[in-house]
């Protein structure tokens, strides 16, 4: 695989935690630089140690992983989207905290969640030849760059949705997790279809 190749999958591969990175940064109350970049770290670091863990298991037993990741997905992003749903839905117009930070257990949470379409990358690059260290660093530094992006946009749109932004945010990881088990069911849908 090549370099324009790589990067093109790097950035593919963060496009949900840029999603999510969106969401997150609206729910909070102006969310600082600081706060962004420790997000964008989080879900950085964990998106590029997933596609390792995914091409090492390649190596073990692909068809066993691949069978289940975007369930496990699917459910992690459906419960924090939930979650951030009714904290939402919950809040008072005026009255209610505000937030400066998420905490360390959801953004990890969030993250690991978010990747785990790339730990099913890793388990095909495994079946490549491919520089895995490298791809790995890509996927992160990419998802770095993107998640602290998206949490900054977050900071803009989230003044302007109030108390809705926390409701979107989770929408938004809801649909995620609903956009990779679509995708799976339906790739497994088209392999039994004759032709």
């Known amino acids: 695989m090549n370099l324009s ?3 093109i999958l790097a950035f ?3 496009m949900d935690a840029f999603a999510a990175s969106v969401g997150k940064g609206a729910s909070l109350h102006k969310p600082a630089l600081r706060e962004a970049l420790r997000t964008g770290l989080i879900f950085g670091v964990i998106e590029a140690i ?3 863990i ?3 298991l390649g190596l073990l037993a692909s068809q066993y992983i691949m069978r289940w990741d975007h369930w496990v997905a699917f459910a992690l992003l459906a419960f924090l ?11 008072q117009p005026v009255e209610a905290p505000l937030v400066g930070k998420h905490s360390l257990g959801v953004l990890i949470a969030t993250a690991i969640a978010t990747s785990l379409d790339a730990l099913a990358i890793g388990v095909g ?3 490549l030849q491919v520089n895995i260290l490298h791809t790995a660093l890509l996927i992160g530094l990419a998802t770095l760059i993107m998640s602290t992006i998206g949490m900054l946009l977050g900071r803009f749109v989230g003044p ?3 108390n809705k932004a926390e409701i979107i945010g989770g929408v938004i990881l809801i649909g995620i997790g609903c956009n990779i088990l679509y995708s ?8 039994y279809l004759p032709g």
């Open 5 to 7: 190749a790589t990067l």
């Open 12 to 14: 593919g591969m963060s």
């Open 50 to 52: 997933t596609p390792l």
């Open 54 to 56: 995914g091409w090492g």
């Open 81 to 91: 989207g939930g979650r951030m749903v009714l904290a939402g839905w919950r809040q």
């Open 125 to 127: 690059l495994a079946m």
């Open 160 to 162: 302007c949705l109030g």
């Open 184 to 191: 799976h069911i339906g790739e497994a849908m088209l392999a």
